[in-house]
């Protein structure tokens, strides 16, 4: 019998060259496709916002977008071609979304996957965490960035911002407890906080963090809170935007200096998982509890928000002010669900056999993200999850999860 | 079969432990110990001990047969597992190898019984005996029973009453254990106690530690940390703390008589209690300049491997655990993809077994549950640098060499601190005589007590 195994008999040299000249006949292929893409996002957004469905009769559509982006992906990011030759995969026989082969983000660590050029890499996002571990890298160039944003700001929209054009839509002070992006340039969360800022933010705008090494930053906990109690001051809502950790840092603040807020009503907290890896895991329904204590927000204004680097698009929970008027944690948990957007889609395997679970079963996460034009759409993720309707819910790892002596793995 | 209430570990999981209901177990404990351990000779306790795990060989055991039946639910590993395992340990615990045992540690099989002189000091001049402890605890982890079980005859041997505390979801064999033990010899069972409780409960085990006067611990080094200080000083403390294993492959043997025989072995330990126990080998230390190269050697180890799936199946793995597997998979498949120095053999539609090739000697954990290294090295020296990172932590290492070469290795291996070295497909069978982490497992539950004798003398 046959054993499945990886390995290359001879390392061929890609033909730069040759490369390149792909690409440059590739590339109209790319902006044809950006366009096609940023229509999608367009009108399946508005169509979101009329019936809050995400998936709405958009699957052939779909459909139809990914079988073409694989396609332009399997000739011009070499990397991924090899991954899908190895697996015997390539555009003849890939006819639908879910069998594009999905990539580990391993590859993103350890490899360039990207068709953009190196004289046009622009930007680069790396993953957060210890220098031990190579980080994953996503480059960009002015265009890809352009369609990164549009795709992020289409989204965030409806569900941080649901009330704009309402006459419920107020003005915010919006406060992100991270560094301005000119001083963390390489984090692909503080280029979204900067993005929806720019695109959103109206009368004052703040960064309360400050860069340290390895991507990472350190709350300014005094700028925060001062921030934080002159908004209640003169009844302005703030809308925070933060990773689950500083979240409970600063409330953990307030909490031991007896400086808790009461925030005008509509503030909103978007959180997100922020570093894989840190060591702390903080159970939801305390992060919720704490923002109704200590800064009078509801469960039905916190957020969650789930992306990483090696993506594009994100994941909400939770459409701000929504669900049953509940200030119950409880009940506000049970009924979220991460949704992506309609250019995205999910599947959830089995761990063990790598195929889809059922609903209720825990499975790994794999994302198919349109928006990863120039990168590669199909990405298999570490983190287990399980599935709900037409979205996931998120499970905290448990401690055990991976043994000791991972860390020696990376170089 | 049901197993009657006796030992805490029997009741109820939702029974609440008090550190009162732990107090007096201990005394009672000690109570019988008085009344029917202390005055047993040595050979009656092997003869007992001996006969119990004689009868675990037998097939129409009932607590083989109830091990065997429920033991994969119980335990997560397969029945197979389970056969093997508890066939290879039963089969080495005999009456000859637990005098053996004896004879090492106490240099007399009387040793413990009356004052008695040694071979180096035949009865004249200086006779010694040996007492073991009145309350003997163990804390153990993990999910092989062997050390527990190799604890309790240990502590049968040495006359100590025995606690044996357990980590939560683990006391499913070392409770037939028990009532086995029981069921041959009540008045023995009756000094033994087994209970299980998560680890950290600070009321039960400060009353636990308070009524011993030995403590036997495995574990975590951070467990062993966090026991260590709360052990009463007058109390001995044996710590067992994370220990890793490896196999050394000689080119000698990498020839066409002794290849497969070579490979099959180095799988049998890997497959082993699904290489979870500390004996295990993470990875192995192939030399190169044989007739069959390193990489021959993880391909045939993948297909040994994959055989053996069918024979003594993996068990069933949490999601957690699983994903561990599957997110290491994909770093190795992504690496082998792109460069020749990694290569990947993967069980396909399962986690269930995975070879790595990684030319370069530096030393990795394994995330286990057979997920195995091989690594290409020209000499032990090569290998023994790319180890260093687990120097002094490494209770196996199991050995493939030629007799022109085996001796030299050991040496080698011994010197850089090897607890043990034994032969590849040996590495989870070690000998009641085997010196957990290097030390004399039943020498250092004892105390002496040393009678210099009067010359004879006009006196």
């Known amino acids: 019998m046959e054993l499945f195994s990886v390995r290359v008999v001879a390392v061929n040299q890609p033909d730069l060259e040759q490369q390149v000249k792909q690409n440059r006949m590739n590339s109209t292929g790319f902006e044809a496709f950006s366009e096609q893409l940023c229509d999608f996002i367009l009108r399946s957004t508005a169509s979101f916002c009329s019936s809050q469905r995400a998936q709405a009769d958009t699957g052939d559509e779909f459909n139809d977008l990914a079988v073409k982006l694989f396609e332009i992906q399997y000739q011009s990011v070499s990397a991924y071609r090899r991954w899908c030759d190895i697996r015997g995969k390539n555009p003849g026989n890939v006819k639908a979304w879910d069998q594009v082969p999905a990539v580990p983000t391993a590859a993103f660590k350890e490899l360039d996957m990207t068709a953009i050029e190196p004289a046009q890499r622009t930007t680069v996002f790396y993953s957060s965490g210890t220098t031990m571990h190579r980080p994953s890298k996503h480059w960009h160039s002015p265009v890809s960035i352009k369609t990164y944003e549009r795709s992020l700001l289409a989204w965030f929209r409806p569900h941080m911002m649901p009330e704009i054009g309402s006459d419920q839509d107020a003005s915010y002070l919006w406060l992100a407890l991270t560094p301005p992006p000119n001083l963390a340039p390489h984090s692909s969360l503080v280029h979204m906080l900067g993005t929806v800022m720019a695109e959103f933010g109206g009368k004052e705008t703040v960064f309360a963090g400050q860069p340290a090494p390895d991507n990472i930053w350190l709350l300014d906990h005094e700028k925060a809170c001062k921030t934080l109690e002159r908004a209640a001051m003169v009844n302005t809502p703030v809308c925070i935007l933060t990773t689950a950790f500083h979240c409970v840092e600063l409330m953990e603040y307030l909490d031991k200096h007896k400086r808790a807020v009461r925030l005008p009503p509509k503030s909103r907290i978007m959180e997100t998982g922020g570093y894989k890896g840190r060591s702390r895991q903080i159970p939801k329904k305390d992060l919720l509890s704490m923002a109704r204590d200590l800064l009078g927000i509801e469960p039905s204004y916190c957020v969650s928000e789930y992306g990483m680097t090696e993506l594009s698009s994100q994941a909400y929970d939770l459409v701000a002010g929504s669900g049953n008027d509940t200030t119950d944690v409880e009940q506000s948990l049970a009924q979220r669900c991460f949704r992506f957007p309609p250019w995205a889609r999910i599947r959830i395997v089995s761990p063990e056999t790598g195929r889809p679970v059922t609903i209720g079963e825990p499975g790994l996460l794999q994302v198919y993200d349109l928006a990863n034009v120039y990168s590669v759409m199909a990405v298999q993720t570490e983190d287990l999850v399980v599935p709900k309707e037409d979205g996931f819910q998120y499970i905290n790892r448990s401690p055990g999860a991976e043994q000791r002596g991972c860390s020696l793995m990376a170089k | ?459």
């Open chain 2, 1 to 459: 079969m049901n197993l009657p209430d006796y030992f805490l570990a029997d009741l109820p999981s939702s029974t609440e432990l008090s550190s009162t209901l732990i107090t007096e177990a201990c005394l009672t404990l000690k109570r019988n110990r008085e009344r029917y351990l202390v005055q047993r000779s040595t050979a009656s306790l092997i003869g007992a001990i001996a006969a119990v795990a004689a009868d675990w060989l037998n097939p129409e055991n009932p607590f083989r047969r109830t091990a065997l039946e429920k033991g994969p639910a119980a335990t997560g590993f397969s029945r197979e597992t389970l056969e093997t395992g508890l066939d290879t340990l039963f089969k080495t615990i005999t009456p000859e190898s637990l005098q053996l045992l004896v004879l090492q540690d106490l240099g007399h099989v009387d040793r413990l019984e009356r004052l008695t002189g040694s071979e180096i000091e035949p009865g004249s001049s200086r006779l010694a005996i040996a007492k073991g402890p009145e309350l003997l605890v163990h804390i153990t982890a993990g999910r092989l029973p062997n050390p527990p079980i190799m604890s309790i005859v240990l502590g049968l041997l040495a006359r100590a009453a025995q606690f044996v505390k357990c980590a939560s979801g683990t006391s499913f064999l070392l409770r037939l254990f028990g009532h086995s033990l029981r069921e041959v010899e009540p008045k023995l069972g009756a000094c033994l106690e087994i209970a299980e409780w998560k680890g950290g409960n600070e009321a039960l085990e400060n009353a636990l530690f308070a009524q011993a006067d030995c403590i036997t611990a495995m574990g975590e080094d951070s467990t062993l940390a966090a026991i260590r200080p709360r052990v009463p000083p007058q109390v001995r403390f044996l710590g067992y703390g994370h220990r890793v294993s490896f196999g050394y492959v000689a080119r000698e043997v990498l020839d066409y008589h002794l290849f497969a025989k070579t490979v099959a072995a180095a799988a049998h330990d890997v497959a082993a209690w699904d290489q979870l126990g500390c004996l295990s080998p993470h990875l192995f230390y192939v030399e190169t300049g044989g007739r069959y190269s390193p990489d021959n050697f993880a391909e045939q180890l993948a297909t040994e491997l994959d055989r053996l799936e069918r024979v003594q199946p993996r068990g069933q793995l949490s999601p957690e655990a699983a994903s561990a597997i599957t997110a290491r998979r994909s770093f190795y498949e992504v690496r082998a993809a792109f460069s020749t120095d990694t290569k990947i053999w993967m069980s396909q539609e399962s986690t269930s077994w995975t070879v790595v090739y990684e030319n370069d000697p530096q030393f990795q954990f394994s995330c286990l549950n057979r997920f195995v290294y091989v690594k290409p090295v020209q000499n032990i020296e090569q290998a023994l640098r790319g180890a260093d990172t687990v120097r002094g932590r490494v209770a196996t290492v199991g050995l493939a060499a030629p007799s022109t070469k085996e001796h030299d290795l050991a040496h080698r291996l011994a010197v850089w601190g090897a607890a043990r070295v034994c032969p590849l497909g040996r590495m989870q069978s070690p000998p009641p005589t085997w010196r957990h982490d290097g030390r004399p497992s039943l020498g250092d539950l004892v105390v002496w007590t040393d009678w210099e004798r009067c010359e004879r003398s006009f006196l």
